[in-house]
């Protein structure tokens, strides 16, 4: 390949993608618009909220309490090295409530609800409901798309707060029913530590952008995958992809934007 | 009532329409009939604005199809109803929620009198005692009538009929035929059929167009075109092999392509 088509071809592939950015930002732009005037119809988001939300109650509260378990055993390991064995209360809350929460709660729920978002979005593109929508003078985006948008935003810091709670739990029954750690000192420091606005606002904030970036990408990518069957299976593996890297790398940013002074 | 006017399209490369006009006059109940791919059902997507022709224009009631101001594609398309090749029912609401969708999201009407139109409507369709079931509990043939109540639900002024008959039994194939000629005799509507049944669509349309490869090769009463001596034409409506239009997709000899020498 010659210099010229080579330059040809990199700067096609940077325009292609430069246009998919640009449609996803107007993609996202009319949901966040129609997102409002869903509110109109509280039903639709009620019942998006049961299904994307309360159905992933049963992972996200089985995945906080495992995590709430290793984090007590491993951190009073190394705890009790310094003797601050009673500190584990306050360690477990502060890992979980500032990134160990919203971060696996997101990638879970990007592996559980927004894989199925976007192959129920897909499969009803493939069997040609959205057509028929728009055929009877019904956008899809404010019947389909915006609901969903919405319930994805409000189930997140729930399905976070959850996490969390049964992690601090979990945490509990090893440091205290387990160990033996003081049940006093396990509380008073988590309460003496944890700050409302700093730790669980910014983790709050967290789960947040976390929602809106899962539940954008998984309606995005299945809104606009081709209507076969090979289509619909390769957007949800995208979804996954996709919102899993989104999440660290947006986890990143805030991370950086709300902790890097002490 | 709909008038395409000159319009061509196509997808990449591959053109669908070439320069096709047509007039569809208000109360008529017409064909456009002709093999498969050869665009009937692209056609009746520029009417319903689905698509954007590459050049010519649609008009609906003396009214352009415009696909880039949606506020009036959408008020053009409460006038229209659509039954789409493979029914494109929604699959998370029943057989009645389907066919009342359309009244909830364009009338004011009291759930009450919602329910009574519903029920007509599947009544005329030979549906009133599947109301309360699912799309998954019901066969292809019945989800195929429950969306012809659907897409007359609104009683629209022009009704688009893709395959209606494909995948019917005798009996559904002969009740939906008449009830199509009803419904059209009873509402006024224009009706457009598209298939490629010519005994069906001959017993009940006023006026048929035969297209194949992207334009109209003929045009006419059933009672014309079944006397047309047009080798096109004659191949379609006696369903010959041999004729003017191949089975067989433009390839290389076959002797060729296995390596075989003649």
Same mark, same amino acid.
């Given at each position: 390949m010659n210099p010229l088509d080579l330059a040809a071809a990199l700067g096609r592939g940077i325009i292609d993608r430069l246009a998919v950015l640009g449609h996803a930002a107007l993609f996202f732009a009319d949901l966040a618009r129609h997102m409002f005037s869903s509110l109109r119809r509280p039903q639709l988001t009620v019942t998006q909220v049961h299904a994307i939300g309360n159905r992933s109650l049963?992972?996200?509260?089985?995945?906080?309490?495992? /995590?709430?378990?290793?984090?007590? $055993?491993? %951190?009073? *390991?190394?705890?009790?090295?310094? +003797?601050?064995?009673? &500190?584990?209360?306050?360690?477990?809350?502060?890992?979980?409530?500032?990134?160990?929460?919203?971060?696996?709660?997101?990638?879970?729920?990007?592996?559980?609800?927004?894989?199925?978002?976007?192959?129920?979005?897909?499969?009803?593109?493939?069997?040609?409901?959205?057509?028929?929508?728009?055929?009877?003078?019904?956008?899809?985006?404010?019947? /389909?798309?915006?609901?969903?948008? $919405?319930? %994805?935003? *409000?189930?997140?810091?729930?399905? +976070?707060?959850?996490? &969390?709670?049964?992690?601090?739990?979990?945490?509990?029954?090893?440091?205290?029913?387990?160990i033996g750690i003081d049940e006093g000192q396990f509380w008073s420091q988590m309460q003496d530590g944890v700050d409302v606005f700093d730790d669980i606002g910014n983790g709050v904030i967290k789960t947040v952008v976390f929602g809106i970036a899962t539940t954008f990408i998984a309606l995005y990518v299945g809104y606009e995958s081709k209507a076969t069957p090979e289509g619909v299976a390769l957007a949800t593996t995208r979804t996954v992809v996709i919102s899993s890297l989104s999440v660290l790398f947006l986890d990143f940013i805030l991370t950086a934007l709300m902790f890097s002074s002490p | 009532?709909?008038?395409?006017?000159?319009?061509?399209?196509?997808?990449?490369?591959?053109?669908?329409?070439?320069?096709?006009?047509?007039?569809?006059?208000?109360?008529?109940?017409?064909?456009?009939?002709?093999?498969?791919?050869?665009?009937?059902?692209?056609?009746?997507?520029?009417?319903?604005?689905?698509?954007?022709?590459?050049?010519?224009?649609?008009?609906?009631?003396?009214?352009?199809?415009?696909?880039?101001?949606?506020?009036?594609?959408?008020?053009?398309?409460?006038?229209?109803?659509?039954?789409?090749?493979?029914?494109?029912?929604?699959?998370?609401?029943s057989v009645f929620d389907n066919v009342a969708f359309p009244l909830r999201e364009h009338s004011d009407l009291a759930e009450s009198m919602i329910r009574d139109i519903v029920l007509l409507k599947l009544d005329s369709v030979g549906l009133r005692g599947a109301a309360a079931l699912g799309i998954a509990q019901i066969s292809g043939g019945m989800a195929r009538r429950v969306a012809l109540a659907r897409a007359v639900a609104l009683d629209p002024e022009i009704i688009m009929y893709d395959e209606p008959f494909t995948g019917l039994d005798p009996i559904s194939l002969g009740v939906?035929?008449?009830?199509?000629?009803?419904?059209?005799?009873?509402?006024?509507?224009?009706?457009?059929?598209?298939?490629?049944?010519?005994?069906?669509?001959?017993?009940?349309?006023?006026?048929?167009?035969?297209?194949?490869?992207?334009?109209?090769?003929?045009?006419?009463?059933?009672?014309?075109?079944?006397?047309?001596?047009?080798?096109?034409?004659?191949?379609?409506?006696?369903?010959?092999?041999?004729?003017?239009v191949k089975f067989h997709y433009p390839a290389a000899p076959i002797a060729r392509e296995l390596g075989i020498s003649a």
């Open positions: 049963v992972i996200i509260a089985a995945s906080g309490a495992a /995590v709430g378990l290793v984090l007590a $055993l491993q %951190g009073y *390991l190394t705890l009790s090295r310094y +003797g601050q064995a009673e &500190s584990l209360g306050l360690l477990v809350a502060l890992a979980l409530a500032r990134e160990l929460g919203p971060v696996i709660t997101a990638l879970l729920y990007a592996g559980r609800a927004g894989t199925s978002l976007t192959a129920e979005i897909g499969l009803m593109k493939a069997g040609e409901q959205l057509v028929a929508m728009e055929m009877m003078a019904v956008d899809p985006r404010v019947r /389909v798309l915006a609901p969903r948008f $919405l319930a %994805g935003i *409000l189930s997140m810091p729930l399905l +976070g707060a959850v996490f &969390s709670a049964v992690g601090i739990l979990a945490a509990y029954v090893v440091g205290v029913w387990m | 009532m709909v008038s395409i006017q000159d319009v061509t399209f196509g997808y990449d490369s591959r053109v669908v329409l070439s320069h096709v006009s047509l007039d569809f006059p208000r109360g008529r109940l017409i064909a456009i009939m002709g093999s498969s791919g050869c665009g009937k059902t692209t056609l009746l997507r520029l009417i319903g604005g689905v698509v954007t022709p590459q050049s010519g224009r649609i008009l609906f009631s003396g009214a352009a199809v415009d696909t880039s101001d949606r506020v009036a594609l959408y008020a053009l398309r409460r006038k229209m109803g659509m039954l789409f090749q493979f029914g494109a029912l929604f699959t998370d609401l939906t035929a008449n009830l199509i000629r009803r419904l059209n005799d009873a509402t006024g509507a224009t009706s457009l059929i598209v298939s490629h049944d010519v005994e069906e669509c001959f017993q009940i349309c006023d006026y048929a167009y035969l297209m194949s490869a992207g334009r109209v090769i003929a045009h006419g009463t059933p009672e014309a075109l079944k006397a047309s001596e047009e080798p096109e034409v004659r191949q379609f409506i006696r369903g010959e092999p041999d004729g003017p």
